[in-house]
Structures are given as C-alpha cells and as structure tokens.
C-alpha cells in the first residue's frame, strides 16, 4: 500500500518562497499512469489543486498559481517536492500531497501539513 507523508516549515514569512517534501513509501514516483498531486486547503475554503508531476516528469499547475509554483522530483523516485514563491498570509493552508489514476481523481493522501504565512 502506497503511503504518503508531507514535510515542511509550518511558519513562513511574506515573500519567501514556501518548500515542502513529499515522501512515498510502498511505490515509486516512475510508476506507470499515476499522477502525484498538491492540493491545499485553506481556512473556510474548499480544496484547491495546486500542481502536478506525472510519471513521465511531466508538470501541470493551476493557472491562478501557476507563476508562483514549481513541482519537481528527486532521483531516487521517493519523494515530490513544491515550491511556493513570494508567499502571502493568503496562502495559509494545510497541504497536502495525493497521488491517482488521473490528476482530478485522488486515491491516496498524504495526513497533510499546516502551513502558517505569517512575518
């Protein structure tokens, strides 16, 4: 069973650029027709998709965040990083990581990782 697990700073200041890891265990990042997703959730707010990292290496951002967002994988096939750049309060969430079939169909999440913008 494929688990999930994200990691990160749970302050970060305005401006800077958020980074959070997503670490898989029980399945690799190169398995075929899986896409590995970062959603968040915001206080009061729905889930919002933020990106995406096919098994090819190939991204999808949504285009609200697409300017500021970056997601990449490591070598080793085990962990998904994003990157999140000139945070505002405004992107105060719990992340998450998923992983699904598609990229709109998640099977697997991660617990998830309060993240607070705050100077």
Do not use: H
Request: with cysteine.
């Amino acid at each position: 069973q494929v688990q999930l697990r994200e990691s990160g700073p749970g302050l970060v200041k305005p401006s800077q650029t958020l980074s959070l890891t997503c670490t898989i265990s029980g399945g690799s990042i190169t398995a075929s027709g899986i896409c590995w997703s970062w959603i968040r959730q915001a206080p009061g707010k729905n889930l919002e998709w933020m990106g995406a990292l096919v098994y090819t290496g190939k991204t999808y951002y949504n285009s609200s965040l697409k300017s500021r967002t970056s997601i990449s994988r490591d070598t080793s096939g085990t962990q998904f990083t994003l990157q999140l750049s000139d945070v505002t309060p405004e992107d105060t969430a719990t992340y998450f990581c998923a992983r699904g079939g598609s990229c709109s169909r998640f099977e697997s999440w991660g617990q998830g990782t309060q993240v607070t913008v705050s100077p």
